[in-house]
């Protein structure tokens, strides 16, 4: 049993310290589709890292994760992502919440297994984690006028 706790408390350190440090990220290169497609688990574990933390914590880091997350959606082949009026109603353009709403995007599609998401699916699917992580107060993120609307109604 000991040994048990022991190989899991060394497993959780040591992904805890790899996916707390994103500037390598800013190296990686993202040119064909097969590296695009071999990033999603990095993109994931980005979004995850940002949804898991509150926003004031780990500036840096959370820059680098979003800084790639970015570079990823720009150059995969696999998705096409529509920031339109609604993603602009939602955010109220404001950088933070449109970037956190790029990396639920990102999550909502590398997730998905059930074919492609419909805009409509992705918008939903990305306001919903958006608005969950945002709901939270320790979170330290200020709501849009949309979004508090939203926390509302899920009250």
Do not use: H
């Not at 404001?94 to 956190?100: C, F, I, M, N």
């Not at 639920?104 to 998905?112: L, Q, R």
Request: hydrophobic fraction near 40%; charged fraction near 25%; proline fraction near 2%.
């Amino acid at each position: 049993m000991k040994k048990i706790i022991f190989i899991a408390l060394i497993a959780l350190t040591s992904t805890m310290s790899f996916g707390q440090n994103f500037s390598e990220l800013a190296n990686v290169e993202l040119k064909s589709k097969e590296s695009c497609k071999s990033a999603e688990s990095q993109v994931l574990t980005c979004a995850n890292y940002l949804f898991s933390t509150p926003a004031e914590q780990a500036e840096l880091n959370r820059l680098n994760a979003i800084k790639y997350i970015m570079k990823w959606m720009e150059a995969t082949p696999d998705y096409t992502f529509d920031i339109g009026e609604k993603v602009m109603k939602l955010t109220n353009g404001e950088t933070d919440l449109l970037s956190l709403y790029m990396a639920a995007m990102s999550k909502a599609v590398i997730e998905n297994t059930g074919g492609k998401l419909s805009s409509d699916e992705m918008y939903n699917q990305s306001e919903k984690i958006l608005v969950n992580y945002i709901a939270v107060a320790d979170n330290k993120i200020k709501p849009s006028k949309k979004i508090k609307q939203l926390i509302k109604e899920m009250k």
